[in-house]
Nanobody, 123 residues
Framework: QVQLVESGGGLVQPGGSLRLSCATSGFTLDYYAMGWFRQAPGKEREIVSYSRSGGGGVTYYADTVKGRFTISRDNAKKTVDLQMNNLRPEDTAVYYC???????????????WGQGTQVTVSS
């Protein structure tokens, strides 16, 4: 049974940093693409970043977070992290970890989801 559990959310001031972590179980992490999505109030869920399966290290970042966020995975520890730097108020959202056989920027293409963790960027 695939399980994804996010942690690390919270309240941070603009310009600050947070590190989200997704603990995985029930599948072999190296065989799956892993993604981070977010959903702000009144908005649709959107892609933040993904990491493709295999050892190629291929990643994708939305333009809004490129240069500020970094996705990383530790297949031995079965975790996927999202380091978020220089946070902005517009980054405020619930952040979700997702897993799927193939990578995609469309939330509807991903099969497995965590419960989400709230990130609030405010002074």
């Amino acid at each position: 049974q695939v399980q994804l559990v996010e942690s690390g959310g919270g309240l941070v001031q603009p310009g600050g940093s947070l590190r989200l972590s997704c603990a995985t179980s029930g599948f072999t992490l190296d065989y799956y693409a892993m993604g981070w999505f977010r959903q702000a109030p009144g908005k649709e869920r959107e892609i933040v970043s993904y990491s493709r399966s295999g050892g190629g290290g291929v990643t994708y970042y939305a333009d809004t977070v490129k240069g500020r966020f970094t996705i990383s995975r530790d297949n031995a520890k079965k975790t996927v992290d999202l380091q978020m730097n220089n946070l902005r108020p517009e980054d405020t959202a619930v952040y979700y970890c997702a897993a799927n056989w193939a990578s995609s920027t469309m939330p509807s293409d991903w099969n497995y989801w965590g419960q989400g963790t709230q990130v609030t960027v405010s002074s």
